[in-house]
């Protein structure tokens, strides 16, 4: 007897403008820089960045270059989304940003390119890698990976 | 007059296209496996033998098709499997120029709910019409008229509403 | 049938902001919620540091492709760290998301309450279209290729069929609402045109046209709601919410009867016997029914009893749904003029009663002095009507 029936759920494809609140950080990317949004009113930086303030709600005028980039956590992938086993493990890290020494609320996920295992500590300062110029469409993958200081 | 000066930025397509407007793209693919549970699996299981089955609820004597576990209405165990009759009469009927996705379809395709006999009145399922002239279609002349499936051959069933090809008109339109 | 509610506070509206609807919009949809939002505590006079929950409406997250569709949008809500709740029944979502805001009000657990309802479509390729045929049962409709227009099609047909109704007829809803629209600075679709224009248009599934439908759009819309207290302080002419109503039909939807929607008989009595309606064609003095398609209008003005069964073109015909008629219906130029972003357009018709009471609907008011309006949506598998009642 028929037990099993299998179907599909499938969206061929979608489309996100990149909205009013990304769009600096977009522009930043294809520079090969990170801006951080910052509202005014509750004096409060935020990454990534969005067009209003979540918690006053008022529209974000400013948005600030990011001037130090730190390895807040980190954590390492074996296996992939299928569970078989990568040839070589993959490095995630959360990392946090501060303009002008005041901290960022939020960071971003990314990956971590470790050339040194025993620099990978909690806190070390990180940099962002790009992809050439001529290959930045304005999205997070616009950076290739960060790397260690 | 209110809402005064709505707020939103239009965008036209090609704004995406030309470069104006930046966009990350995404897609979506998903698969499951259904356990089609006692009712369905004997439902599709009859559609391969070329029968279609029902289920007899005694508190209310409604015949559902497709089968069910639980009389909706009196919220029991319906009791008994039916063979309901591969006929039945046209409740309503389309005529479809598009496709799910909105796109042309090469020839057009008559979809309609047909009321099977045997089942208890207002049970419809949704198929296809055949061997019917669209116009009898638009003018309604194909309402209420008797059809019979037609199946596709024994050896090529698979236990799916599909196994049915069509309806067909078994009286004058 | 029977109702008991007890009812610790009266429910009044006390602001109400929309984006534009248009078939693109540029702003992320946590941007749209933002703006709406920002505009309708604007307009109550409060901020959101006022607003004690949020009440959050979209239909399929499928639009978005984000399986927490809610979650990932309560910024632009304004939900951060606040009671924060997402309701769902499909196209009926805009207005149960206001029954939604209404009862935590009117249970006494929050005293103002922020719904937002939001939808953007646009997003989906080729055709947003495609994210309907998901909706339908995967092992006895989905292998025919199924899509929505069909099973709306089939309803409209069974219901022309029934009453001997004219395409002709079910235009006019067409070009009304699409001409009313034309005064409404959010529409995506105001334009004047004629009953041939509609039956002249692309024909998707006969007997649907393309001008039978409405659009696909993006937007969002905000209400906030307040108790009776709080409302007095904010505003000498609250508007009340009286009755809401809600029902669902079976999901096997070709067991129904398809030329009566029977979920909105039964969704508008429990709102009409909440308000105290007894005769609703009298004591309505204009409605906001649910207009996906043009043919729906009318099928919805028969289930809420503002016509008898097969009157409601008759009605239209004679002019008695115009703006400047006995019955007005869908002033604001409805889903077939201001546009369809879902559950957007759902809690735009609530928001176009809140307008036409408060007197602030400008072009668009209807002539007749108005006490008493009435929004509805419909939606799930065809299934689920949801309707709401207010007064000054």
């Known amino acids: 007897m028929k037990k099993e029936f299998r179907f599909k759920i499938d969206v061929p494809k979608y489309i996100y403008p990149i909205g009013r609140g990304g769009e600096k950080f977009a522009e930043g990317l294809k520079k090969g820089e990170l801006y951080a949004a910052y509202c005014e009113i509750c004096d409060n930086y935020m990454m990534p960045p969005s067009a209003y303030c979540p918690r006053c709600f008022s529209e974000i005028k400013k948005y600030e270059k990011v001037t130090n980039a730190y390895l807040d956590l980190y954590t390492i992938l074996w296996k992939d989304f299928e569970g078989k086993d990568l040839e070589e493990p993959i490095i995630y890290g959360f990392i946090r940003f501060e303009v002008d020494e005041e901290p960022v609320e939020g960071g971003l996920i990314h990956r971590l390119k470790v050339d040194d295992p025993s620099k990978m500590v909690l806190g070390v300062r990180v940099n962002p890698i790009f992809k050439p110029e001529e290959e930045r469409r304005g999205t997070i993958t616009d950076i290739e990976y960060f790397v260690i200081e | 007059m209110k809402p005064e000066n709505p707020p939103g930025t239009p965008y036209k397509r090609n704004d995406l296209e030309e470069g104006r407007v930046l966009y990350t793209e995404d897609s979506l693919e998903l698969w499951y496996r259904w356990s089609l549970g006692k009712y369905l699996s004997k439902y599709l299981e009859g559609l391969k033998e070329g029968r279609i089955l029902g289920r007899y609820c005694k508190a209310c004597g409604r015949i559902y098709v497709p089968p069910r576990e639980v009389c909706q209405y009196c919220f029991r165990e319906t009791d008994e499997w039916v063979e309901v009759g591969d006929t039945g009469r046209v409740n309503t009927a389309v005529v479809s120029y598009i496709q799910a996705d909105r796109s042309r379809m090469d020839k057009p395709l008559i979809i309609a709910v047909i009321e099977l006999e045997g089942a208890s009145k207002g049970m419809g399922i949704l198929h296809r019409l055949g061997e019917v002239d669209p116009e009898d279609v638009i003018n309604r002349k194909i309402f209420g008229k008797k059809v019979k499936a037609v199946w596709k051959p024994p050896e090529e069933r698979t236990g799916s509403v599909n196994d049915i090809l069509y309806f067909k008109p078994v009286e004058e339109v | ?392």
């Not at chain 3, 099973?151 to 047909?157: G, Q, R, T, V, Y």
């Not at chain 3, 096997?252 to 009867?257: A, V």
């Not at chain 3, 649910?290 to 809420?304: I, Q, V």
């Not at chain 3, 419909?378 to 709401?388: H, S």
């Open chain 3, 1 to 392: 049938m029977r109702m008991n509610i007890h009812l610790k506070n009266r429910v009044a509206c006390v602001g109400a902001g929309m984006t534009l609807f248009r078939r693109r919009l540029y702003e992320t949809s946590d941007e749209l919620m933002w703006l709406a939002a920002k505009q309708a505590l604007e307009d109550a006079g409060l901020t959101i540091k006022d607003i004690d929950c949020v009440v959050y409406g979209t239909a399929p997250d499928n639009f978005d492709g984000i399986h927490m569709q809610s979650e990932a949008l309560a910024d632009g809500g304004g939900a951060l760290n606040k009671p924060y709740t997402r309701v769902y029944v499909g196209g009926g979502t805009g207005v149960f998301s206001a029954i939604a805001g209404w009862w935590h009000v009117a249970s006494g657990l929050c005293r103002r309450v922020l719904v937002i309802a939001e939808e953007k479509m646009s997003h989906v390729q080729p055709h947003p279209q495609y994210v309907f045929h998901h909706i339908f049962d995967p092992v006895t409709e989905k292998p025919l290729g199924v899509n929505l227009i069909w099973i709306f099609a089939l309803e409209m047909h069974r219901y022309m069929y029934k009453y001997n109704i004219k395409k002709e007829d079910i235009a006019l809803v067409s070009v009304k609402n699409k001409r009313n629209a034309l005064d409404h600075p959010a529409a995506q679709l105001g334009m004047k045109i004629t009953v041939e224009d509609v039956l002249n248009s692309e024909v998707l599934v006969w007997p649907v046209q393309r001008l039978d439908i409405s659009p696909i759009s993006d937007g969002a819309v905000a209400l906030v709601f307040t108790d009776e207290e709080n409302a007095k302080q904010l505003t000498d002419e609250p508007i009340w919410i009286e009755g809401v109503g809600w029902n669902l039909d079976t999901m096997y939807w070709t067991n129904r009867d398809l030329a009566f929607p029977t979920y909105l008989y039964y969704a508008g009595k429990m709102a009409y016997k909440m308000a105290g309606i007894h005769n609703p064609r009298k004591e309505i003095d204009f409605a906001e029914v649910y207009d996906p398609f043009d043919y729906k209008e009318l099928h919805h003005m028969e289930g809420l009893q503002l016509a008898r069964k097969g009157e409601a073109p008759i009605l239209t015909r004679e002019g008695v749904t115009e703006r400047d008629g006995d019955l007005p219906i869908n002033p604001s130029g409805g889903l077939l003029g201001v546009g369809n972003p879902i559950a957007a357009a759902g809690l735009m018709k609530v928001a176009e009663v809140y307008w036409q009471l408060k007197g602030q609907a400008g072009k668009r008011q209807v002539k007749k002095d108005v006490v008493t309006g009435l929004a509805q949506a419909w939606g799930d598998l065809m299934q689920v009507g949801t309707v709401i009642i207010m007064r000054r």
